[in-house]
C-alpha cells in the first residue's frame, strides 16, 4: 500500500496560479489510479480530477478547462496544475490512491485564493 505525502498548498490571489504534489512511496504506485479530492468549509469532499494507470483523465465540471492532473511513473508522483483559480476552490486538496481493495489518503494541503 503506498504512501502518500502532498505539497504545494498555499495563498494565491484570484485567476492566479498553483501547482500542488502528491509523493507517492512503494514500486506498485504505477498501477494505482490517483484522484485529487477537496474540502472546503462545512462542504463535503469532493472529487476534483482523477486520471488512471493507464494515463486516462477526467474532471469536475467545477474545474474543466482550469485544472490538469499529470502522473510521473517514474518519480512516483502526481500533480494537480490549478489555473484561473477562483475564491470558490478554497478547500483543503487531498491526495487519493487505490488499486483494487487498497486504498490510501494523504494529510491534505491547504489551498486559499483571496485577494
Known amino acids: 500500500q503506498v504512501q502518500l505525502v502532498e505539497s504545494g498548498g498555499g495563498l494565491v490571489q484570484p485567476g492566479g496560479s498553483l501547482r500542488l504534489s502528491c509523493a507517492a512511496s512503494?514500486?506498485?504506485?504505477?498501477?494505482?489510479?490517483m484522484e485529487w479530492y477537496r474540502q472546503a468549509p462545512g462542504k463535503q469532499r469532493e472529487l476534483v480530477a482523477i486520471?488512471?494507470?493507464?494515463?486516462?483523465?477526467k474532471y469536475a465540471n467545477s474545474v474543466e478547462g482550469r485544472f490538469t492532473i499529470s502522473r510521473d511513473n517514474d518519480k512516483n508522483t502526481v500533480s494537480l496544475q490549478m489555473n484561473t483559480l477562483k475564491p470558490e476552490d478554497t478547500a483543503v486538496y487531498y491526495c487519493?490512491?487505490?488499486?483494487?481493495?487498497?486504498?490510501?489518503w494523504g494529510q491534505g494541503t491547504q489551498v486559499t485564493v483571496s485577494s
Open positions: 487519493h490512491g487505490f488499486l483494487g481493495p487498497l486504498n490510501s
Open positions: 512503494g514500486s506498485a504506485f504505477r498501477l494505482y489510479t
Open positions: 486520471i488512471t494507470n493507464g494515463g486516462s483523465t
